[in-house]
């Protein structure tokens, strides 16, 4: 009985390290394809303030 409780416990840990660990990557790839969505967009020219945002984002990624 201990050792089926054990591997559920086991079971549910590496199930959710899983979801997690995907999770992660879809945020990574979303936030990728989002960006060079809004790279494609904006052909015009930007503003002083909007260069502005953009450096800061730069810098902290």
């Known amino acids: ?3 089926m409780e054990l ?3 086991v079971w549910f840990i590496t199930i ?3 979801l997690i660990i995907a999770g992660v990557i ?5 936030r990728r394809r989002g960006r060079r969505n809004k790279e494609e ?3 015009r ?5 909007e ?11």
Not at 26 to 30: E, N
Not at 45 to 49: H, L, Q, S, Y
């Open 7 to 9: 591997m559920v416990g």
């Open 51 to 61: 260069q502005d945002d953009l450096l800061q984002r730069e810098l902290f990624e």
């Open 41 to 43: 967009i904006s052909d």
């Open 26 to 30: 879809v945020s990574l790839v979303l």
């Open 16 to 18: 959710s390290f899983c």
């Open 1 to 3: 009985m201990e050792a």
């Open 45 to 49: 020219p930007r503003t002083d303030e």
